[in-house]
């Protein structure tokens, strides 16, 4: 009988639809009954590996429990588990959207408690299960680092060196890693139960593929010199369009992309299409969008690539290459109360930060010479220089974008290890800041951040950026809440446009800070 390995997961909802995703041991038809009625998806075949999504349509705007079978065998729910439930979104919108990023897939003993503290995703699911006063969020972004292809646990390690002992010796090499790598992330139990009964709507960042992924072409040049490197971005580009980007697609869009018609047309491995797609992606980003849109009734809301679309040209480089900055202008220009801009990396970091970024940058195009640029490409990848600051040309572009909108905007970010809000002096635009999930700084490094980030950048770091002859930001901005350094998930309520931080007590969630981003 056919078993599940991953799943199922509620991804893609809105006022009408839902999406049910999940891997299973073999390829078999899989059925999944909400409403009353049998919704069914054959599987499709990948690398050995089979997976389905399942569209649920005509459901009340009630919540619908759900149950999954494989050849008409129930797999789930599981016994003793709580009934997973799809909650449409009302037609106003979702009410409570939550976010974060960066979480490691360590185990939830004694000592990984002690040295990457408690899961708050995983105490989310906990929290959900044992009570019905509160329904949980209807929308969870994952903004970056879901697993850490270069970073693996130790569960992981063994896996990797139980098949082989090459290059590279303790990170992710091929579509099977990967695939066993989202195993690890998301079969946990409480895990497996939260991600099936809230939606999640997903983006990439750098550990997802590897760290400073993309930063220059510099870095480029280094792993293409690597006798690795191109399995490893083919396997992670492949296994990211699988595991996330198409779940975050609505039902018609799944529907029209053209690759996934071919292998559920096919019947067969689809392995060599895959790995050719993904090798056409890394070479040619504007052959493929990782971004995507969508109206969530009160807001816009724009998940934003900015890793693979980046133009890393010396002197004009851009987070955004000119067609996804185009798609990006016309998807800010759409009707709507507000703009939720997700982007992986922060937008407005410190400002003091966004100046020694702005000073980087410009030394390493050249500003004090080329043996000054050779040592700025080193410390730009050895400190993570890699921020919108970092591609001034785009953050100018992109504040003067979002200051004359005239209208909130609300750009929601991970990637540093801390959570903070900002707040342009000259308009409704806030960055807002949920980082780690699990994967928090050390005490060391936290009071590092501080003095850095917020003590000696802040002297010196605009100082440094004209020095270096580089213009004036559109606007200035300041933080207004934070820092704070523990794990955490955010989250946005509507109508009242408030962001909550919730950390976790082990097997429960609390509120640690709260702010009105309106």
Sequence with gaps: MPALVI?????????????????????????????????????????????????????????????????????????????????????????????????????HDAAHILTHGHDVLRSLGVHLAKTDADPGPDLLLLLGDQVYADGPSPEMLEFIHSRRDTEPKNEIADFEEYAELYRLAWTDPDIQWVLSTVPTAMIFDDHDLRDDWNTSLTWRHQMAKTSWWQRRVVAGLGAYWVYQHLGNLSPQERADDPLLRMLMESGEDGAAALDSFAARADADPSSNRWSYARDLGHSRLVMVDTRCARQLTPRNRRMLDPVEWAWLEDQASQPADRLIIGSSIPFLLPEGVH????????????????????????????????????????????????IGLGKPVLVLSGDVHYSYVSKARTGPVYQIVCSPIRNPLSRVLRWANVLTQFGVATLVGGLLARMARVPKPPFRWGVIKGPWFQNAIATLTFPEAEATWYDSTGDDIRQVGSVRVE
């Excluded at 729910?77 to 360590?106: D, H, K, N, W, Y």
């Excluded at 970024?357 to 040592?375: F, I, M, T």
């Design 355 to 402: 100046g020694v970024q702005n000073w980087n940058e410009a030394l390493c195009d050249g500003a004090w010479g080329p043996v000054v640029a050779r040592l700025s490409e080193i410390f730009r990848q050895a400190v993570d220089l890699e921020h919108w600051a970092a591609f001034r040309r785009s953050f100018d572009d992109l504040a003067r974008l979002l």
């Design 7 to 107: 799943g199922p997961m509620l991804r893609y909802v809105d006022s009408a639809s839902a999406s049910i995703f999940v891997e299973t041991e073999e390829p078999c038809e899989v059925t999944v009954e909400a409403g009353g009625r049998p919704y069914k998806s054959p599987t499709f075949t990948v690398h050995g590996h089979h997976y389905a999504f399942v569209d649920i349509t005509d459901l009340s705007q009630e919540a619908a429990p759900y149950a999954v079978k494989l050849d008409g065998e129930e797999v789930w729910p599981l016994e003793g588990r709580p009934p997973s439930r799809i909650r449409l979104f009302p037609a106003e919108g979702p009410r409570t959207i939550a976010f974060g990023s960066c979480r490691t897939s360590v185990p």
